[in-house]
């Protein structure tokens, strides 16, 4: 069995800095790929950013230049970095992460979202 589950949102100002966690755990060999996903209210999904297993990044244009992802392979963690944090980046954020299990098999799983709220 797999989990994902994010951490590290919260109440930030504009201007500030967050830095998200992913964090698989279970029947894991390693985080092959992952995605960074927002929702705000009455909006759709839409895609942050994401880490391909070769290294390659991309970003959403309005979070280029702001936004990084990192990958730390011993301990099975995804990080988002998001600095220069503007009021339009308030949503829900969420991971979702292909997972290679110990059996070799791939898997997609979605965390369960962390809210981040940029207010003054």
């Known amino acids: 069995q797999v989990k994902v589950v994010e951490d590290g949102g919260g109440l930030v100002q504009p201007g500030g800095s967050l830095r998200l966690s992913c964090t698989a755990s279970?029947?894991?060999?390693?985080?092959?790929?992952v995605s960074w996903y927002r929702q705000a209210p009455g909006k759709n999904r839409e895609l942050v950013g994401s880490l391909a297993n070769d290294g390659t990044t991309k970003f959403l244009d309005s979070v280029e230049g702001r936004a990084s992802i990192s990958k730390d392979n011993a301990n099975n963690k995804v990080y988002l970095q998001m600095n220069n944090l503007k009021p339009e980046d308030t949503s829900v954020y969420f991971c979702f992460a292909r997972i290679v299990t110990l059996d070799r098999y791939e898997w997609d799983y979605w965390g369960q979202g962390t809210q981040v709220t940029v207010s003054s």
């Open positions: 279970g029947n894991i060999r390693s985080i092959h790929s």
